[in-house]
Protein backbone atom coordinates (compact mmCIF):
# COMPACT_ATOMS: atom_id res chain seq x y z
CA UNK A 1 0.00 0.00 0.00
CA UNK A 2 1.64 3.08 -0.94
CA UNK A 3 1.49 6.67 -0.09
CA UNK A 4 -1.51 9.16 -1.81
CA UNK A 5 1.47 10.32 -4.10
CA UNK A 6 2.07 7.36 -5.34
CA UNK A 7 -1.95 6.27 -5.48
CA UNK A 8 -3.73 9.90 -6.38
CA UNK A 9 -7.13 7.94 -5.61
CA UNK A 10 -6.39 8.14 -2.01
CA UNK A 11 -7.56 10.89 -0.19
CA UNK A 12 -4.98 13.54 1.71
CA UNK A 13 -4.68 13.10 5.61
CA UNK A 14 -5.24 17.04 5.97
CA UNK A 15 -9.03 16.09 4.25
CA UNK A 16 -9.77 13.47 6.59
CA UNK A 17 -8.06 15.83 9.85
CA UNK A 18 -9.00 18.82 8.76
CA UNK A 19 -12.65 17.50 8.81
CA UNK A 20 -12.55 15.17 11.41
CA UNK A 21 -10.73 17.62 13.88
CA UNK A 22 -13.18 20.53 12.85
CA UNK A 23 -16.51 19.49 12.16
CA UNK A 24 -16.47 16.54 14.58
CA UNK A 25 -14.18 16.96 17.88
CA UNK A 26 -13.84 20.34 17.69
CA UNK A 27 -17.26 21.00 17.01
CA UNK A 28 -18.60 18.38 19.63
CA UNK A 29 -16.72 20.39 22.44
CA UNK A 30 -17.91 23.80 21.58
CA UNK A 31 -21.07 22.31 21.72
CA UNK A 32 -20.24 20.59 24.99
CA UNK A 33 -18.59 23.82 26.40
CA UNK A 34 -21.35 25.55 26.71
CA UNK A 35 -23.66 23.14 28.72
CA UNK A 36 -20.50 21.63 31.05
CA UNK A 37 -18.19 24.78 31.61
CA UNK A 38 -18.30 26.34 35.00
CA UNK A 39 -17.61 29.78 34.18
CA UNK A 40 -19.74 32.75 33.46
CA UNK A 41 -22.28 33.12 30.76
CA UNK A 42 -20.06 35.44 28.48
CA UNK A 43 -16.98 33.18 29.02
CA UNK A 44 -18.63 30.43 27.78
CA UNK A 45 -20.52 31.97 24.91
CA UNK A 46 -16.80 33.12 23.83
CA UNK A 47 -15.68 29.26 24.06
CA UNK A 48 -18.33 28.22 22.09
CA UNK A 49 -17.98 31.26 19.57
CA UNK A 50 -14.27 30.31 19.43
CA UNK A 51 -13.85 26.67 18.98
CA UNK A 52 -16.48 26.85 16.54
CA UNK A 53 -14.36 29.28 13.93
CA UNK A 54 -12.08 26.98 14.58
CA UNK A 55 -13.94 23.98 13.66
CA UNK A 56 -15.26 25.93 10.71
CA UNK A 57 -12.12 26.64 9.47
CA UNK A 58 -10.76 23.56 9.63
CA UNK A 59 -13.50 21.80 8.06
CA UNK A 60 -13.04 24.69 5.23
CA UNK A 61 -9.27 24.02 5.02
CA UNK A 62 -10.46 20.22 4.84
CA UNK A 63 -12.66 20.46 2.17
CA UNK A 64 -10.30 22.71 -0.12
CA UNK A 65 -7.97 20.14 0.48
CA UNK A 66 -10.39 17.31 -0.68
CA UNK A 67 -10.60 19.66 -3.97
CA UNK A 68 -7.84 20.00 -4.56
CA UNK A 69 -6.34 16.47 -4.58
CA UNK A 70 -9.33 15.72 -6.85
CA UNK A 71 -8.40 18.27 -9.24
CA UNK A 72 -4.71 17.33 -8.74
CA UNK A 73 -5.43 13.76 -9.44
CA UNK A 74 -7.98 13.97 -12.19
CA UNK A 75 -10.97 12.45 -9.94
CA UNK A 76 -14.22 13.62 -10.61
CA UNK A 77 -15.35 16.83 -7.77
CA UNK A 78 -19.02 16.23 -6.44
CA UNK A 79 -19.88 13.10 -7.41
CA UNK A 80 -21.20 11.41 -4.28
CA UNK A 81 -23.38 11.50 -1.39
CA UNK A 82 -20.95 12.43 1.12
CA UNK A 83 -19.71 14.84 -0.94
CA UNK A 84 -22.93 16.73 -1.58
CA UNK A 85 -23.83 16.08 2.26
CA UNK A 86 -20.87 17.62 3.16
CA UNK A 87 -21.19 20.82 1.43
CA UNK A 88 -24.68 20.95 2.78
CA UNK A 89 -23.15 20.67 6.10
CA UNK A 90 -20.49 23.25 5.92
CA UNK A 91 -22.20 25.83 4.77
CA UNK A 92 -25.26 24.92 7.55
CA UNK A 93 -22.63 25.54 9.79
CA UNK A 94 -20.82 28.25 8.62
CA UNK A 95 -24.81 30.34 8.32
CA UNK A 96 -25.25 28.60 11.96
CA UNK A 97 -22.27 30.20 13.22
CA UNK A 98 -22.58 33.78 11.13
CA UNK A 99 -26.28 33.96 12.89
CA UNK A 100 -24.80 33.03 16.25
CA UNK A 101 -22.28 35.60 16.03
CA UNK A 102 -24.54 38.29 15.16
CA UNK A 103 -27.99 37.81 17.26
CA UNK A 104 -25.61 36.57 20.58
CA UNK A 105 -22.19 37.73 20.72
CA UNK A 106 -21.83 40.97 18.45
CA UNK A 107 -24.10 43.48 17.76
CA UNK A 108 -26.53 41.08 19.33
CA UNK A 109 -30.13 40.87 18.74
CA UNK A 110 -32.43 42.40 20.94
CA UNK A 111 -33.56 40.12 24.41
CA UNK A 112 -36.82 39.20 22.65
CA UNK A 113 -35.11 38.07 19.34
CA UNK A 114 -32.51 36.42 21.72
CA UNK A 115 -34.95 34.44 23.56
CA UNK A 116 -37.16 33.35 20.20
CA UNK A 117 -33.65 32.55 18.64
CA UNK A 118 -32.28 30.16 21.63
CA UNK A 119 -34.38 27.00 20.74
CA UNK A 120 -33.94 26.94 17.25
CA UNK A 121 -29.80 28.02 17.59
CA UNK A 122 -29.75 25.07 19.73
CA UNK A 123 -31.96 22.65 17.55
CA UNK A 124 -30.30 23.40 14.05
CA UNK A 125 -26.59 23.15 15.81
CA UNK A 126 -27.36 19.47 16.67
CA UNK A 127 -28.80 18.87 13.45
CA UNK A 128 -26.12 19.59 11.54
CA UNK A 129 -23.86 18.38 14.32
CA UNK A 130 -25.59 15.02 13.55
CA UNK A 131 -25.08 15.33 9.94
CA UNK A 132 -21.55 15.88 10.13
CA UNK A 133 -20.98 12.75 12.19
CA UNK A 134 -23.61 10.91 9.79
CA UNK A 135 -21.46 12.48 6.79
CA UNK A 136 -18.36 11.05 8.32
CA UNK A 137 -19.57 7.82 8.46
CA UNK A 138 -20.51 7.82 4.77
CA UNK A 139 -16.75 9.03 4.41
CA UNK A 140 -15.21 6.04 6.26
CA UNK A 141 -17.65 3.88 4.13
CA UNK A 142 -16.48 5.49 0.69
CA UNK A 143 -12.86 5.15 1.58
CA UNK A 144 -13.11 1.54 2.15
CA UNK A 145 -14.58 0.81 -0.63
CA UNK A 146 -12.31 2.64 -2.40
CA UNK A 147 -9.42 0.60 -0.38
CA UNK A 148 -11.02 -2.47 -0.74
CA UNK A 149 -11.51 -1.98 -4.74
CA UNK A 150 -7.82 -1.57 -4.62
CA UNK A 151 -7.36 -4.89 -3.19
CA UNK A 152 -7.22 -3.86 0.47
CA UNK A 153 -8.36 -7.54 2.31
CA UNK A 154 -12.12 -7.37 3.75
CA UNK A 155 -11.12 -8.24 6.94
CA UNK A 156 -7.56 -6.90 7.11
CA UNK A 157 -5.92 -5.06 9.82
CA UNK A 158 -6.65 -1.43 7.58
CA UNK A 159 -10.47 -2.74 7.31
CA UNK A 160 -11.05 -3.02 11.39
CA UNK A 161 -8.89 0.29 11.60
CA UNK A 162 -11.21 2.38 9.03
CA UNK A 163 -14.55 0.17 10.88
CA UNK A 164 -13.37 1.42 14.58
CA UNK A 165 -12.37 4.71 14.05
CA UNK A 166 -16.17 5.31 12.33
CA UNK A 167 -17.43 3.61 15.44
CA UNK A 168 -15.56 6.00 17.55
CA UNK A 169 -16.76 8.99 15.68
CA UNK A 170 -20.17 7.69 16.09
CA UNK A 171 -19.74 7.41 20.08
CA UNK A 172 -18.47 10.55 20.30
CA UNK A 173 -21.49 12.31 18.32
CA UNK A 174 -23.64 10.01 20.42
CA UNK A 175 -21.90 11.75 23.75
CA UNK A 176 -22.03 15.11 22.39
CA UNK A 177 -25.97 14.69 21.48
CA UNK A 178 -26.56 13.25 25.03
CA UNK A 179 -24.20 15.68 27.00
CA UNK A 180 -26.19 18.36 25.86
CA UNK A 181 -29.89 16.81 26.26
CA UNK A 182 -29.25 15.73 29.65
CA UNK A 183 -29.78 17.93 33.22
CA UNK A 184 -27.22 20.90 33.08
CA UNK A 185 -25.78 21.38 36.90
CA UNK A 186 -27.34 23.57 38.55
CA UNK A 187 -25.06 26.89 39.78
CA UNK A 188 -25.60 27.20 43.43
CA UNK A 189 -23.53 29.96 45.15
CA UNK A 190 -24.62 28.43 48.49
CA UNK A 191 -23.60 24.78 47.62
CA UNK A 192 -20.26 25.30 49.30
CA UNK A 193 -19.91 23.90 52.80
CA UNK A 194 -16.37 23.00 55.17
CA UNK A 195 -15.35 19.79 55.25
Same mark, same amino acid.
Given at each position: ????????????????????????????????????????????????????????????????????????????????????????????????? *?? $?? @? &?????? !???? %?????????? *?? $?? @? &?????? !???? %?????????????? @????????????????????????????????????????????
Amino acid at each position: MGSYQQEPHLQPPSFSHGIGMGLIILGGEAIISYKSLPLRKDVKKLVHLVLHAIALALGIVGICAAFKNHNESGVANLYSLHSWIGIGVICLYGIQW *IY $GF @L &VFFYPK !GSPG %LRSESVPWHV *IL $GL @L &VYVLAV !GNAT %LGFLEKLTFLESSG @LEKFGSEAFLVNFTALVTILFGVFVIFSVISQAPVDDDNSYSEI
